[in-house]
């Protein structure tokens, strides 16, 4: 078994360097540090209070979102200090919000937020799918191509957001 751990370790870090060494447009890597900007939760925050003014048709939804992201939140914590992955690119760390569990890459944490978020927020809302997926797969690509993530980090930050939210979504309101 950790003869494959080790094989797609490998190729993952491998295709993740590709990705990194990528030469991006300057509108695609404008775009690519935005959407990493927008995943440290200025997005969840603003959608937050849009959902909080919206009246209480929207309260439900916005305990669905609140509840997601506390959930893989939650998740992140456990599963960052489990595994203790190090990040492609060691990431300047800011001492106002240096955690210890943020120092690691598995999984993506921005990734792992904006599915679960985009989650709830397509179910609940439907014409915001698109949207809500854009945005979603921009900030999980924007975390590789600016090394913080390899893809294998990405992809299990995709698939546990967006079971925590699909599941949140059905536990609150359906």
């Known amino acids: 078994m950790n ?3 080790a094989f797609v370790s490998r190729k993952d870090e491998r295709l993740s360097g590709r990705l990194q060494e990528w030469r ?3 509108p695609l890597r404008i775009w690519m540090l935005w ?3 927008l995943g440290d939760g200025w997005l969840w925050i603003a ?3 849009l959902l909080m003014a919206g009246g209480s048709r929207y309260h439900r939804v916005l305990a669905a979102a609140a509840l997601s992201a506390g959930c893989a939140n939650a998740s992140i914590i456990v599963l960052k200090r489990r595994f203790r992955r190090t990040r492609p690119v060691p990431h300047a760390r800011n001492p106002l919000f240096d955690l210890a569990f943020d120092r690691f890459s598995f999984p993506s944490g921005h990734t792992t937020n904006a599915f679960a978020l985009g989650a709830v927020m397509s179910m609940a809302l439907p014409p915001l ?3 809500a997926a854009l945005v979603a ?3 999980g690509l924007s975390r590789i191509v600016l090394g913080h993530h390899f893809l294998s980090d990405v992809l299990a930050g995709a698939l546990l957001g967006t079971l ?5 979504y059905l536990a609150i309101l359906r």
Do not use: E, F
Not at 164 to 168: D, F, N, V, Y
């Open 164 to 168: 925590i939210g699909s599941t949140t």
């Open 3 to 5: 003869a494959v751990l």
């Open 35 to 37: 959407a990493t900007r």
């Open 24 to 26: 991006l447009p300057r």
């Open 47 to 49: 959608m937050g209070l």
């Open 129 to 131: 799918m698109p949207l």
């Open 137 to 139: 797969c921009s900030i």
